[in-house]
C-alpha cells in the first residue's frame, strides 16, 4: 500500500460490522472499540457508483468519506475544464482531509473512479469524533501527509516520466488499493487520469501488454505480472513505498 501501515494492527482482528455492513477501512478498523462506538451513530453507509462526485474545488465540503472499497481519484481542475489526477484514495484513506485541518473547502475535485462503498460523515459530526477519539485525530493527520507527499510525488511523475513508466505506476497504486488485478476503466478514462491524450494511452498499454505485463480491453485492464510491473514502473512508486515505510516504522 501507498499508505501509513496500520494493517499490521488489524490482521488477527475478527471481522468488524457497522450497522451489518463489513468495516474494511483501515482508518476506522484501527480505531479502539470504544472510540469506534462514539462515532459509528454519525456514520451512514453509502454506494458510491463511478463518476460520482464527492466535492468540487472551491465548493463548501459537506461531508467526509472513510472509503470501504473502490476508489476515488483526486484531481486538479483547470479552468477550461481539462484535469489531471494527484492523487488516489482507497480503502486505506479518507476522502475531505481539508476538514481535518479547519478548512471547509478544497483546491481539488474528488471524483469516484472505480464503484465505491463508503461510511459517510457530515462535517459537524467528523469535528466532534475528532475531539473524542484523539486516535482518530492523529490517523487523519497522518493522512493529510501521505496524501500531500503522494500529490508531490505525482506531479513530478506527470512532468517528468514516459506514458508507460506512469501508467505501470497508476496501475500499481491502482492494485494496492482496490486488492484486485482486473482494473475497470476506460482508456478515455486513463487519459484523464495521467494527464496524457488517448494515443498516448493506447502506446502505453500496447508496451506494457507486448512485454506479457498486462493485458488491456476495451473497458478493463488485467495485470499479469506484478513483479515485472514494478519494475517498468518509474521510480516515484518506489520512493512513495519507501517513504511510507519510513513513516510506518516512526509510528509503530
Known amino acids: 500500500m501507498t499508505d501509513i501501515r496500520?494493517?499490521?494492527?488489524?490482521?488477527?482482528?475478527d471481522p468488524l460490522f457497522i450497522d451489518g455492513h463489513a468495516l474494511e477501512n483501515e482508518i476506522l478498523r484501527a480505531l479502539s472499540p470504544?472510540?469506534?462506538?462514539?462515532?459509528?451513530?454519525?456514520?451512514?453507509?453509502?454506494?458510491?457508483p463511478t463518476h460520482t462526485v464527492l466535492h468540487e474545488p472551491g465548493e463548501a465540503i459537506k461531508f467526509g468519506?472513510?472509503?470501504?472499497?473502490?476508489?476515488?481519484?483526486?484531481?486538479?481542475?483547470?479552468?477550461?475544464?481539462?484535469?489531471?489526477?494527484?492523487?488516489?484514495?482507497g480503502k486505506e484513506g479518507f476522502v475531505g482531509l481539508p476538514l481535518v485541518v479547519g478548512f471547509s473547502t478544497s483546491?481539488?475535485?474528488t471524483v469516484i473512479q472505480i464503484a465505491a462503498t463508503g461510511f459517510r460523515i457530515?462535517?459537524?459530526n467528523l469535528e466532534q469524533a475528532m475531539h473524542v477519539s484523539t486516535s482518530l485525530m492523529g490517523f487523519l493527520q497522518r493522512y493529510v501527509q501521505v496524501l500531500g507527499m503522494q500529490s508531490t510525488q505525482v506531479a513530478a511523475c506527470n512532468r517528468l516520466h514516459e506514458v508507460d513508466e506512469r501508467l505501470a505506476?497508476?496501475?500499481?497504486?491502482c492494485e494496492d488499493r482496490i486488492g484486485s488485478?482486473?482494473?475497470?476503466?476506460?482508456?478515455?478514462?486513463?487519459?484523464?487520469?495521467?494527464?496524457?491524450r488517448r494515443a498516448s494511452v493506447t502506446v502505453a498499454a500496447g508496451i506494457?501488454?507486448?512485454?506479457?505485463?498486462?493485458?488491456?480491453?476495451?473497458?478493463?485492464?488485467?495485470?499479469?505480472?506484478?513483479?515485472?510491473?514494478?519494475?517498468?514502473?518509474?521510480?516515484c512508486y518506489r520512493m512513495m513505498q519507501q517513504q511510507n515505510r519510513k513513516w510506518s516504522s516512526e509510528t509503530n
Open 34 to 48: 470504544r472510540e469506534r462506538e462514539l462515532i459509528q451513530p454519525n456514520l451512514t453507509f453509502v454506494d458510491l
Open 208 to 235: 506494457l501488454q507486448k512485454a506479457g505485463l498486462i493485458t488491456y480491453q476495451r473497458g478493463h485492464v488485467n495485470i499479469v505480472d506484478r513483479i515485472r510491473l514494478e519494475a517498468a514502473a518509474c521510480e
Open 169 to 173: 505506476r497508476w496501475l500499481l497504486m
Open 107 to 109: 483546491p481539488t475535485r
Open 122 to 124: 457530515n462535517t459537524k
Open 65 to 89: 468519506y472513510f472509503l470501504n472499497s473502490g476508489l476515488a481519484s483526486v484531481l486538479t481542475v483547470m479552468s477550461e475544464g481539462k484535469s489531471v489526477e494527484v492523487g488516489l484514495t
Open 181 to 196: 488485478k482486473f482494473v475497470p476503466l476506460t482508456q478515455e478514462f486513463l487519459a484523464h487520469m495521467l494527464g496524457t
Open 6 to 13: 496500520i494493517r499490521n494492527k488489524l490482521s488477527e482482528q
